[in-house]
């Protein structure tokens, strides 16, 4: 198989964990692979989804690497928040 069909079916296998993550709202996602690495952009809606969309995509069978280019969207509540986040 050559590598732009593999990457083609890396960013097709990253896309359907992001999308079955009820934690992710993957709807701001884009998912780019180049040489079995992956990047993230896009916008999500909070930091623990940028954290998990992250986990879901190292945890992807091929995946070389992860470029999280995710900004988060607004400003977090207290209970959004890490608690390292909050002071």
């Known amino acids: 198989m050559d590598s732009a069909r593999q990457d083609r079916d890396l960013v097709a296998s990253v896309v359907w964990r992001l999308v079955q993550d009820e934690a992710v709202d993957s ?3 884009e998912v780019h692979a180049t040489g079995g690495r992956v990047i993230l ?3 999500v809606p909070t ?6 969309a992250e986990v879901l995509a190292v ?3 091929g995946v070389a690497g992860v470029e999280n280019r995710l900004a988060v969207l607004a400003p977090q509540t207290p209970a959004e928040m890490d608690d390292a986040q909050v002071q």
């Open 27 to 29: 709807a701001g996602i």
């Open 41 to 43: 952009i896009g916008q």
């Open 59 to 61: 945890a992807t069978a």
């Open 47 to 52: 930091e623990r989804a940028r954290r998990r």
